[in-house]
Every structure is written in structure tokens, then in C-alpha cells.
């Protein structure tokens, strides 16, 4: 406790550090005070007699904080940056132009983010009609004059406040704590936290008999998922790397050996959002099935509790995995890297047979990754099934939600525990630095 109370002093004692954490947390401030305010024309007591949000639409709400459900100016939140930075890292995997920006350094780096904010506000454009339509227009009472006015206004405003959203997070990012995209996505995902334990907590007390145990339990079992999540982010297989000696003048340089950390989980959180993409397809195409067997077998894809559902939404995450392993690590690039800068495995010659080294490590320890991750993905769902824990709560006990405050928070005490370290402070663990993202790179949003 005493270690706590003093690493807490150092971390305010920096003026630097100190800045950042306050900068940070006044812009999240503005976040969550801008998600409760309602567009203009809406009535929010009708809105809210509809109900909760549903399928794709429940998952877009718990990134935005609940912003989407209330019909906040921040409704459609960061989604639109986050699908089209995805669609630009794609795109710099495929097209020789946008290969050649990543190689220009910082002022590649600056068009690509150009690229992405352009490509956000056409998709929030186009998702904003989507939005009116399904959440507001469709639902009687809602709006009171949905006018062509009303329409070009309410599309402006969300277009508008999801660049001013991407603009708070990239002022977090460059003068704040962390990535400020990221910590935008946590705070939505932690807002509901709150209300979704005390609703557990309260159902439980309700049930007679052992209500007490089990919520201990569930809190129990919740602690061993975190783990096991942090062990995810963080597991890595080093493979050994020599640098040939150089002499220059009385001086000797290389000959030290390094390691490459190579993930077991090189994907990320992206192939469950990859998957879960896919899987609300039978919710799309519910309402145009017009036999009776198709319906059943929609509703079967559609029951996110179902056995099958699971089942193959996890094996479309090994699938993913693999695919999107295979896109952000290129063995081939590694050994030409390692070749130019006189590296080279020990026992393995440069060139092509540590391309295929390396591709048989990647191969061998993905496996494993793919398995825990459709493992970490299905756990909502198995929490729900088997402990009777509450849609809302099951949430937090895997899945995209639980991968992502992980790993923010993993990167987040990985800059200040860097911070204290510049400055001759002890670390926030004595027994080993902490593995944020940045220093893994972590394929996340």
C-alpha cells in the first residue's frame, strides 16, 4: 500500500505526466457530457419506450457509450474513423501507392491520415441516413417533423460530431495519456459497466438461495477471464537474433544478440470484429426469408446463445486469424531487414530459409492464439448459458469489449510506467515492465 501511495506521488510529481493525465481526462469529459446531448427534433421519451438496441446495432451502442441508443450528436461515435482506417491499412497491403506513403516516414504518415479522415466522413454520410432510418424514422412518435430539412440538418450534425469525436481523440493521442482512439472506445465500453453490474448484483440478490455465492463466484470467474486475456495480449515467442561484428576505427559494434517478439495473438481483437461482421448477415437477411426452413435456419445463425451460432463464430475466428496474421506479418520482409542490417537467426542462413523460419513459427504459435481467442470471443455466451449471468454483465466476461479494455489499459500504464522511468522513478511493477500495445503492436483499434 505504501509502494502504491509513493508511485502515485511520482506520477503527479511530473509536470509532463501530470499535464497529459488532466489533458486526457478533460477531453474524455467532453465525450461523455456530448453523448447525452440529444439531436434536435427527437423526442427522447419515445425513443427510449422502444427499447434496447439489438444485434449490430447493441454493438455499435457499447462503443459509443450509449450514445447511438439515445440518439446522442455523438450516435454513431468513432466506428466510422475505426472502419476506415481499416479500409486504408488494407489498402496499403494491396496497392503499391499506398506502400510506398508508409515508407515516406512522418510525411507519409500524414497523407494516409488524410486519407483516413476523408473516407470517414463518406462513411459516416452514408451511415447516417442508415441511422435515421432504422433508430429514428421507423418508430412512430419519434421525430415530430422528419422534413428534408430536419434529414440535411440531423445528417450534418452526426457527420459533424464524429469528426469532432476523431479530432478529441487525436488531441488525446499527440498532447495526452495513450491513444486517444482507443481510450474514446474504453470509456464507452466502461460506461456501461456500472449499471450492468449493479443490475447483476441487484437480479441476483433477488434470487433466493446462494445469491451472494454466485455473484462472488462471478466476480471469481471474471478476475480468471481478465487474466487469461492479459496473458493473450502479452504472450510472445522470442526468436534469437545475432548481429554480425563490425570494427570501425578502435571501436567494435554488433555481435550482440536480440530477440524478435513474435505474438501469439498478432491479430488482435480483429478477426472477432471480422467474424461478428459476418455473423449478423442472418439478422439482414431475416427479414426477407419466406419459408418456414428458412426461417428456422436464420433464427438458428441469429441466437447469439445457440450452440451452432458459437460454433461457428469461432471457427471464423480461427479463420480470420490466420488470414489477418498472415497480413500484418511478413516473414519475407523480416529476413530481408534482418539480412541488410547483418542479423541472422543462429543455425538458419538469411535470406529465403528464415522467411520460411519464421512463417513456421508464425503458423505454429497462431494456432494456439486462434484457439484461445474464439475461446475469449464465446464467453459472453458460455457466462450466459452456464452461470445465468445477465446480457449486459456477460458483456465484460469476454469478447471484443473486454480484448479492447485490456489492451488499452496495458498500453496506458505502459507510457506512464516509461514516463517514471525517464525520470529515475521505480516502475509501476518491481518485477518486470508492463507490455503495452505499442510496444507489441497490437492490431487494434
Not at 289 to 297: C, F, Q, R, T, V
Amino acid at each position: 500500500m505504501r509502494n502504491l501511495i509513493q508511485t502515485i506521488k511520482n506520477i503527479f510529481s511530473i509536470e509532463d505526466l501530470r499535464f497529459r493525465i488532466f489533458y486526457t481526462l478533460g477531453f474524455v469529459l467532453i465525450y461523455r457530457l456530448g453523448s447525452y446531448v440529444i439531436l434536435p427534433g427527437v423526442n427522447i421519451q419515445a425513443l427510449q419506450s422502444k427499447g434496447e438496441a439489438e444485434g449490430l446495432a447493441s454493438l455499435i451502442n457499447m462503443f459509443a457509450g450509449g450514445a447511438f441508443s439515445r440518439a446522442s450528436v455523438f450516435a454513431l461515435g468513432i466506428m466510422p474513423y475505426i472502419s476506415a482506417s481499416i479500409v486504408v491499412q488494407l489498402l496499403s497491403m494491396a496497392f503499391p501507392y499506398f506502400q510506398r506513403m508508409q515508407k515516406e516516414g512522418e510525411s507519409g504518415r500524414r497523407k494516409i491520415n488524410q486519407y483516413t479522415r476523408f473516407l470517414t466522413i463518406i462513411i459516416t454520410a452514408l451511415q447516417a441516413p442508415g441511422f435515421i432510418t432504422t433508430q429514428l424514422t421507423s418508430y412512430g412518435g419519434v421525430v415530430a417533423d422528419p422534413s428534408t430539412l430536419w434529414w440535411f440538418t440531423t445528417v450534418t450534425i452526426l457527420v459533424a460530431g464524429t469528426i469532432f469525436v476523431m479530432w478529441l481523440g487525436e488531441r488525446i493521442t499527440d498532447r495526452g495519456l495513450g491513444n486517444g482512439i482507443s481510450i474514446l472506445i474504453m470509456i464507452g465500453i466502461v460506461a456501461d459497466l456500472p449499471f450492468a453490474f449493479f443490475s447483476e448484483f441487484a437480479s441476483r440478490m433477488e434470487a433466493k438461495g446462494g445469491g451472494l455465492i454466485m455473484m462472488l463466484l462471478e466476480l471469481v470467474f471474471l478476475l480468471f477471464v481478465i487474466i487469461s486475456s492479459i496473458l493473450l495480449v502479452q504472450g510472445t515467442r522470442k526468436i534469437p537474433v545475432q548481429f554480425a561484428k563490425k570494427i570501425v576505427g578502435n571501436r567494435q559494434y554488433g555481435g550482440v544478440r536480440q530477440y524478435i517478439p513474435l505474438k501469439v495473438n498478432a491479430a488482435g481483437v480483429m478477426p472477432i470484429i471480422f467474424a461478428q461482421a459476418i455473423m449478423f448477415i442472418p439478422l439482414t437477411l431475416a427479414g426477407f426469408a419466406s419459408s418456414d426452413k428458412l426461417s428456422g435456419i436464420i433464427g438458428t445463425l441469429s441466437n447469439h446463445n445457440g450452440f451452432t451460432y458459437n460454433l461457428i463464430f469461432a471457427l471464423l475466428i480461427i479463420i480470420f486469424t490466420y488470414f489477418y496474421t498472415a497480413i500484418m506479418v511478413n516473414p519475407t520482409q523480416m529476413a530481408d531487414d534482418m539480412k541488410r542490417n547483418g542479423g541472422f537467426i543462429p543455425g538458419i542462413k538469411p535470406g529465403k530459409q528464415t522467411a520460411s523460419f519464421i512463417d513456421d513459427v508464425m503458423s505454429k504459435i497462431t494456432l494456439p492464439g486462434s484457439l484461445f481467442l474464439s475461446l475469449v470471443a464465446v464467453m459472453p455466451a458460455i457466462s450466459m448459458s452456464f452461470f445465468g449471468v445477465n446480457d449486459q454483465f456477460s458483456r465484460f466476461f469476454g469478447g471484443t469489449s473486454l480484448l479492447i479494455l485490456v489492451g488499452v489499459m496495458l498500453d496506458t500504464l505502459q507510457q506512464i510506467e516509461s514516463h517514471l522511468l525517464m525520470r529515475h522513478y521505480d516502475g509501476l511493477m518491481k518485477t518486470g515492465r508492463i507490455k503495452g500495445r505499442s510496444s507489441m503492436s497490437m492490431a487494434t483499434a
